[in-house]
């Protein structure tokens, strides 16, 4: 039954039923999977439809690669930056223990030449630490761990195991007071050790020593190795004392001026030794006084 006005489609524009247009395609398909099954017809079409939809697949494909790779990009930079923090603290610590390492190993060989040199010497020695450096920013001091209580006593001199460092000048009960020898007031009699020319060295500025009261002319040349003459009772005679770095000779003064360096670790060290008392005189020397010793007596009777 149509309605009013309008007239059904005709049948060659519907076309063939829905059922039919299934059992047909149903049967196509069905014979193109027998005949590619048996006789690999359609495996070239295949092949040219898969390498004209690979870059579609590719570029569809993209998008999730680019996801993967952002997400494997941060995790290995998180990773790294882990263990490069890792790294970092392991390389800290073993330079902290390194730098021990290295400072024992220095202060150990400090040691073993401290002793080295307390067995060349004839007088009884003693091992002692610098402290701290003395409060008077104008002289050149330092306090030892070693006082009375262990037999210190001033005027006893301090070296280490290149030379002469300075001499006790103050005691305390556990510590004493060591005056370097580059302190501006310090004097050490010494002598040239190239040609025997004796000489008296102070303590000069900057940490330097200066031999002074030396004629214009003294055979004097940088490199000269200075050391004790012994000659004050309190040093040794033959310990390094320092190296003649600069002469300075000027026809209008009288005396050359002539600046040394310490041969001894003065300002840079923390052990020192300190050497006992020189002794009595030889016997030779004792006599001789014990035989001029009347002799005045009876000379200063007579005047009165």
Not at 60 to 75: M, N, R, S
Not at 168 to 173: A, G, I, L, N
Request: aromatic share 6%; charged share 25%.
């Amino acid at each position: 039954m149509s309605v009013v006005g309008h007239q059904p489609p005709p049948f060659f524009k519907r076309g063939p039923a829905p059922l039919t247009r299934l059992a047909f395609f149903v049967t196509l398909s069905l014979a193109l999977l027998v005949l590619d099954l048996r006789f690999r017809y359609l495996e070239v079409a295949r092949q040219g439809v898969a390498f004209v939809l690979y870059p579609a697949q590719r570029a569809a494909y993209a998008p999730v690669e680019l996801f993967d790779h952002i997400g494997d990009y941060f995790t290995s930079l998180a990773a790294l930056q882990q263990d490069n923090a890792q790294l970092k603290r392991k390389e800290l610590e073993a330079a902290n223990w390194l730098m021990r390492q290295q400072h024992l190993e220095l202060e150990n060989q400090r040691l073993r030449q401290l002793l080295d040199m307390q067995a060349r010497q004839p007088v009884p020695a003693r091992l002692a630490e610098i402290i701290y450096t003395a409060r008077d920013p104008f002289s050149r001091r330092v306090i030892v761990d070693k006082g009375t209580q262990q037999g210190i006593a001033a005027g006893q001199a301090v070296v280490d195991e290149a030379g002469v460092i300075g001499q006790v000048t103050r005691t305390y009960p556990l510590q004493s007071e060591v005056t370097l020898i580059t302190d501006k007031n310090q004097a050490v009699p010494v002598q040239i050790v190239r040609n025997g020319l004796r000489a008296v060295l102070f303590g000069a500025s900057g940490g330097q020593l200066e031999l002074r009261f030396l004629a214009a002319n003294a055979d004097v040349v940088p490199g000269d190795l200075v050391v004790t003459s012994g000659l004050d009772g309190i040093y040794q005679a033959g310990l390094p004392v320092a190296k003649v770095v600069r002469v300075d000779r000027d026809a209008a003064y009288t005396f050359a001026r002539i600046l040394c360096e310490p041969a001894a670790g003065v300002e840079r060290h923390g052990q020192v030794l300190i050497l006992g008392s020189r002794g009595s005189l030889p016997p030779q020397i004792e006599e001789a006084e014990a035989r001029d010793k009347p002799a005045k007596t009876r000379k200063g009777r007579k005047r009165e």
